[in-house]
């Protein structure tokens, strides 16, 4: 409650809404009357959806994955995090984690064979389980719910590589194990490999400018990303409710807003329509990778 508060004081948000869709941004533009570009990948990225009961959310989520796939037809899914209400609250118990992940779990049996990657986001992990013996306890448990592999791994599909962090370490950074990880993975890719990685938290860009909550170790990051400018293509976050794509070294930087928007409320008094949050409305990405390694990120506004 303290950070939405600062957010609504600040009253600032980056980007602008048209038609509630944004304008895509290639990481390399195409030059006028270029053979056209072959596409490799469709990614739907989901982000921030905090599930509950409350407002209807499940129903509504439902809706809008539904749409996603009759619309779009993704090759699969990004989940960016914070996929639950929250379980991080001090007053937060038992029961209430079990309902957060059950609701998630039925939501997502919507998208049936949908292959679904997901990252971890600050609200996901229980720490006032009974003790860090628990098996509820922290990150692990997340790990188990979302299905994934690690709090941090990689994949690849098609000519892409796709590598997934975990931010929540220390003052929102990469812990040393998972950095010499990252270095290595970086390392062992063949030359212009196109690779995408996706954290919770933004490393570059506006929104975290203006109202925090990125990444404290995002020059180490860049660095490391220049290093290996031939290979990092994009980087996708969420975190901050509010929509921004930034273009640095020919990296593009894409914090896309909420499923949830103003956690699947009415908005901001001051917002520009229902469940905005300051001028971004819930919404979701859809992601064009191309086999040039090039790639197309644009922010589509839902009403669910």
């Given at each position: 409650m303290k950070r939405r508060s600062l957010l609504k004081a600040v009253g600032l948000a980056a980007g602008a809404m048209v038609s509630g869709t944004l304008p895509s941004l290639a990481a390399v533009p195409e030059n006028q009357g270029a053979k056209k570009k072959k596409v490799a990948l469709t990614v739907a990225h989901i982000t921030d959806v905090h599930i509950g009961e409350g407002e209807n959310a499940p129903e509504r989520f439902k809706k809008c994955l539904k749409h996603i796939v009759a619309k779009?037809?993704?090759?699969?899914?990004?989940?960016?995090?914070?996929?639950?209400g929250d379980a991080s609250?001090?007053?937060?118990?038992?029961?209430q984690v079990i309902k957060q992940w059950s609701i998630w779990d039925d939501c997502l049996k919507t998208?049936?064979?949908?292959?679904?990657?997901?990252?971890?986001?600050?609200?996901d992990s229980w720490w006032k389980a009974p003790s860090k013996d628990h098996e509820m306890y922290g990150k692990s448990y997340v790990v188990k719910r979302l299905k994934i592999p690690n709090r941090y791994y990689s994949f690849t599909?098609?000519?892409?590589?796709?590598?997934?962090?975990d931010g929540n370490n220390g003052n929102i950074s990469l812990?040393?194990?998972?950095?010499?990880?990252?270095?290595?993975?970086?390392?062992k890719l063949p030359a212009s490999t196109p690779t995408l990685l996706m954290s919770h938290y933004p490393?570059?860009?506006t929104t975290q400018v203006l109202v925090g909550g990125g990444h404290s170790d995002s020059k180490k990051l860049k660095d490391l990303f220049y290093k290996h400018k031939d290979k990092v293509r994009v980087c996708l976050s969420g975190h901050n409710h509010l929509s921004d794509n930034t273009h640095y070294n020919d990296v593009?930087?894409?914090c896309n807003g909420a499923m949830s928007g103003f956690w699947w409320g009415k908005g901001d008094a001051e917002s520009a329509g229902p469940g905005y949050y300051l001028e971004t409305p819930p919404g979701y990405a859809m992601l064009t990778l191309y086999e040039d390694g090039t790639v197309d990120n644009e922010y589509v506004a839902h009403t669910y």
């Open positions: 779009h037809k993704p090759d699969f899914f990004l989940n960016g995090g914070d996929s639950i609250y001090d007053n937060v118990v038992y029961d998208l049936n064979k949908y292959e679904v990657h997901s990252c971890i986001g600050n609200h599909k098609k000519n892409w590589h796709f590598i997934v962090l812990d040393k194990e998972q950095y010499e990880w990252l270095e290595k993975e970086l390392d490393i570059l860009g593009l930087y894409c």
